[in-house]
């Protein structure tokens, strides 16, 4: 889609951008050009509303440093919004708990026992139900 960005720094401008949700990352492009300008890593980050139609994306490191987004509608706003909450690793790792263990109530079987992996740690929350 392309949005309006200014990114973090002071003075910076709303530009038009091309951006890209693949997994995790969030590339953006200049409108005009093929090869991305940049990428953010859509992890221990917070994306809100800023207005109407238009959001931010801060990290947990370091919350000042905000780049912005307008888009053209609210509904556009609220769309890109929910993507990017979900895109974050820690997001699909505790939806994966969740479907599995909701499955495995429905069915008595661990859905992923089938890949050899149904006693894996690294899918566990530490004794905490998702």
Known sequence: AELGMRGPKKGSVL????????????????????EPVGALLLERCRVTQEEPSGFSISFLEDPERKYHFACGSEAQCQEWMGAL?????EFMRRSLIFYRNEIQKMTGKDPLEQFGISEEARFQLGGLKA
């Open 15 to 34: 530009k038009r951008r091309l951006v890209k949700l693949v997994v995790n990352f969030l590339f953006y492009f200049r409108t005009d050009e093929a």
């Open 85 to 89: 909450r979900r895109a974050s690793y």
